[in-house]
């Protein structure tokens, strides 16, 4: 009996830890100097989860385990730079952390992915009541103008853009465009008839949302998440699908072209910024607005391979921040037009962790793609609808990674995504085993 209720507690502790990480340390505790409870988890689960992992994998229970120790070895290899390269500041010590959290999440959805019952209500309650809480922060700072810049629906302007549980509007944006994949595909898990209206009704107000924020990285990845789920399907409803999706980008296109025949100064911030999509074809520069986004990113390109051709190893945590805030202040080759941030995830894993980091990440990245591509095979609604939300984000966020300023500083949204991509292809390998071993399995906790 003691067992039981110590394993339960466990399990309780671990999906609390997976739920609060989404909140970004909105959930703060009083009398506890700011502490959130995400945090205080955090603090207890980095000298309890590891060993657990450890004494689960010395048993056997090993699946999955290429996929963790790709993402660990990243976080090792980044912790060592940080001893050899980065100076011992708050700030590069705060990003290190964060990093630590994020892998902790991954070995919490790990251990999740051997309870199939926690691991679903995990997954159902962590997406769906942050999806939902997201819609109603965001929807109250469009309407009151509570955050940045000019976008308010209701009244004259100044107003502003919302970011919900972020502090950037295109890390919302990105978030969003992760978050409606899983919407859309809940029909596959619940197959009933309210479920599809319900999804449709989600997946909209979503759209809404996210086309608020302004954030064209965020739109951009939907988009690439669309066409990828599209072309998984079978070929009579890809012909179908393939047939609306190439209509709604034709209006798409419409709608930008006919934007650009009016004055900027007269559209509302998102339909501005809807407006711009254009730019990113032509990258172009609005001469009263100053360089395009896509521009600037190219800019920020350059100055990475240099970095990295120049610091194989890495500059360690924060190298890319300090490395162009150099160059801005001492004549750089490469004009970033004062832009310190790389904008771009995959650039910053190769100026922070050099040709190791940057190998490590895209091996697990890749990785992590080719088992969830096996999921298509599986016949588990709860599967099918991880393959039909996950396939899809992982193909979007590839490039929507390269909107935010930084995905790898406070979006926790990012490690839960990946941990419930790799428990799902957990469950899957843990259903395929004799039923001897998953019964063994079971008893080892």
Known sequence: MLDRAISWAWRALLGLFVITALYQGYAVLPGLHGHSLYSLLQRVLLFALPPVVAWWLYRGYRQGLGLLGLYCAWGVWLAL??????????????????????????????????????????????LTVFYLATLAVATWEVRTAHHLAASRSL???????????????????????????????????????????????LVLYGLWVLFETGSRGGELELVIAAVAAIASLPAQHRRRWGA?????????????????????????????????????????????????????????????????LHHPLGLGPRGAEQYFAYWVHHGAPFNTYGVVDAHNMWLEAAIDGGWPGLILWVAAYVLL????????????????????????GLWGFILGSLSPSSVFLGFQLMWVFLGILIGATVLAQTQHQPLRMRHQLRHLG
Do not use: C
């Open 244 to 308: 609306v999706a190439l209509l709604t980008l034709l209006a798409l296109a419409l709608v930008v072209f006919g934007l650009n025949r009016l004055p900027a100064s007269h559209l509302p911030f998102a339909l501005q910024k809807l407006r711009d999509l254009v730019h990113l074809v032509w990258l172009s520069s609005n001469p009263s607005q100053g360089p395009g986004s896509v521009r600037i990113r190219l800019a920020l390109m350059q100055g990475g391979i240099l970095a990295l």
């Open 81 to 126: 730079r940080y001893q050899t390269a980065s100076p011992h500041t708050y700030y590069t010590f705060y990003y290190l952390w964060t990093q630590v959290g994020g892998l902790l999440l991954l070995l919490a959805l790990w251990v999740l992915a051997r309870h199939p019952a926690w691991f679903r209500t995990t997954v159902a309650a962590a």
């Open 155 to 201: 009244g004259p302007p100044p107003s502003h853009v919302p970011t919900g549980f972020f502090f950037d509007p295109n890390n919302l944006g990105v978030a969003m465009a992760l978050l409606i994949p899983f919407m859309a595909a809940l029909p596959v898990w619940y197959r009933r008839p309210w479920m599809r209206i319900a999804s449709a009704a």
């Open 369 to 392: 793609m080719r088992r969830v591509a096996s999921l298509s095979r599986e016949r588990a609604p709860f599967l099918r609808y991880l393959y039909w939300a996950g396939w899809p």
